[in-house]
């Protein structure tokens, strides 16, 4: 599975909401000081379009297929290595994959403000996750998203988010979800309490940044689910928070081997869940 996964990324190698007005506190002290790594090497093979109510999404995969999947990414937003990660499973799968700008009308959080050192910096960051990092709001916009998926004739539909996305994931993924299967990726603000509420399958990957307590009770609350069979988990706790999206140094061996396992690791998840062929 490694080998081809590792020949697909090769091959795939080559060939703004309002100002905030409400403060949301990220716990996660790596999800707020490890900075995103520019990758210039690796060209995103899919295309930016409109779709529904945003301006702009990456759009990857084929023109029709019967499922879909939706990536929430980090508060970076676009990054090459999110992309990558998007490319790869849509190739694997034959699934078109859709990767919104949840921020619109706002901006992702910048970059040269990150890690943030002074009081201010700290507080603007914070700020951020209350106002266009809101996870109830762009819970409200994901769901929305995913109806309109539905409507336009997907059969199934997953969903995986990393870092803030991965709580967004979480909370969108209860009662009355258009989502099939959803999955998390060193996700911030992670909560058994939000686990409890699961109605579909959830995979979860996590870094040596997240709180193991808080892991373990989640993985016991999945073991006791009606899809529990479905669901799927690792902790790796030899990674850092964020190296499978925007954080993520794929010049790195671990980093890059661990990168490619966890993708392999959501190909499986989501062909399982959703009745996808894997090219893998």
Known sequence: MLSRLRLLAHQLNKAKMTTASTTVHNTNKACCSIPPVID????????????GDFQKVYVTGPDESDNAIVCVFDIFGFFPQTQQGADIIATALKTKVYMPDFFEPDSAFP???FPPKSDADKQALQDFFGGPANPQRTKEKLEAFGKLLKND??????????????????????EGTPFDASSIVHPAMLSADDASKLTVPLAIYISQDEPVDEYTKIVDILSKKPFSAQ???????????GWAAARGNLKNEDNRKAYEEVYGKLVNYFQNTLGAKSML
């Open 111 to 113: 970059i040269d403000g």
């Open 231 to 241: 669901c799927d988990s690792k902790n790796y706790d030899y990674m850092f928070h």
């Open 40 to 51: 210039h090497d690796y060209t995103p093979k899919g295309k930016f379009t409109s779709h």
């Open 153 to 174: 004739g997907a059969k199934r539909l997953g969903v995986y988010g990393f870092c803030w996305g991965g709580k967004v994931v979480v909370i969108s993924s209860g």
